[in-house]
């Protein structure tokens, strides 16, 4: 009888050990989240893993909100987790950024084809267009060869090219379908 109150003791001091260890905020392991959180933003795990940067993201809203609640422990366990998914997306950003680039090179060779075709396409039907689409093509030809020109020189800067190409494309799907009538 003794050594189950003995027992019962115990596990009481215990559990007032633990919910005392627990009263205060984890102001550590939320410095160390946030600490993280602005080398991976910094790293550009914002732009180049979006998908990691989301889900840490997504944990660190939940630690803050269990931190309103003020409930210490759940919290303390959430911005550990957050920290460590800051951390894995930054390890993901060269990755991602080496994907952009590939994706970037193969849509500005696809975009380099598509245009030699338009400007062909212009030479044969320039003496049919009106003064306005001339110097609308002349206009707009000059910004596509100027963007092609810098997407192929800064290729090593993905998420700016990719946005560019983006543009550019739309540019060239017009003058391919305007010509091609």
């Known amino acids: 009888m003794e050594s189950r ?3 019962v003791g115990t596990m009481a001091v215990l559990g007032l050990l633990v919910a005392a260890g ?17 080398a991976a933003l910094q790293g550009g795990a914002e732009t180049y893993a ?9 944990k660190w809203d939940a630690a803050e909100q269990q931190m309103q609640q003020k ?7 959430a911005y550990l987790e957050a920290k460590a998914a800051f951390d894995s997306s930054l390890g993901q950003v060269e990755a991602g950024k080496q994907s952009m680039i590939a994706a970037n090179q193969t ?3 696809e975009m380099e084809k598509s245009w030699s075709e338009a400007t062909a396409l212009s030479k044969k ?9 001339k110097q ?43 010509l091609k009538k």
Request: glycine share 2%; charged share 25%.
């Open 5 to 7: 109150q003995w027992v």
């Open 22 to 38: 627990c009263a205060q905020p984890p102001e550590q392991e939320k410095g160390a989240a946030q600490t993280a959180m602005q």
């Open 50 to 58: 979006m998908a990691a940067w989301n889900e840490a993201k997504t």
């Open 71 to 77: 409930v210490y422990a759940q919290a303390k366990v």
């Open 107 to 109: 849509a500005l060779a």
């Open 125 to 133: 039907a320039m003496k049919k267009m009106s003064v306005e689409l």
């Open 136 to 178: 609308a093509w002349t206009a707009e030809s000059k910004m596509v060869d100027d963007a092609l020109k810098t997407a192929k020189d800064n290729l090593a800067a993905p998420a700016e090219i990719k946005q560019k190409l983006d543009e550019v494309k739309a540019l060239v799907d017009k003058w391919l379908g305007e």
